[in-house]
């Protein structure tokens, strides 16, 4: 099991700030889902177009869940 922890704040972000941060995530996770649905749907092809788009959907999602993650550490 592990230790992880978010880290303490002492004084709350300003709720504007945060949902900026929650529309950026999600607006990155949306992108990255239609990244990875171009990829799909262009096929098999020789200009990597379509791998490119899929692969660029994947590191978007990653991003999506990364970034709310940045203050956390583990004790």
Do not use: Y
């Not at 171009?38 to 959907?57: H, I, M, N, R, Y």
């Amino acid at each position: 099991m592990t230790n992880f922890q978010v880290a303490h704040r002492d004084k709350q972000e300003p709720t504007a700030a945060l949902l900026v941060r929650v529309i950026v995530c999600f607006a990155l996770f949306a992108g990255g889902l239609a990244l990875i649905g171009v990829g799909t749907a262009a096929g098999p092809s020789e200009d990597l177009g379509g791998a490119l788009a899929f692969t660029g959907g994947i590191l978007l999602v990653g991003l999506s869940f990364g970034l709310p993650m940045l203050g956390a550490h583990e004790r």
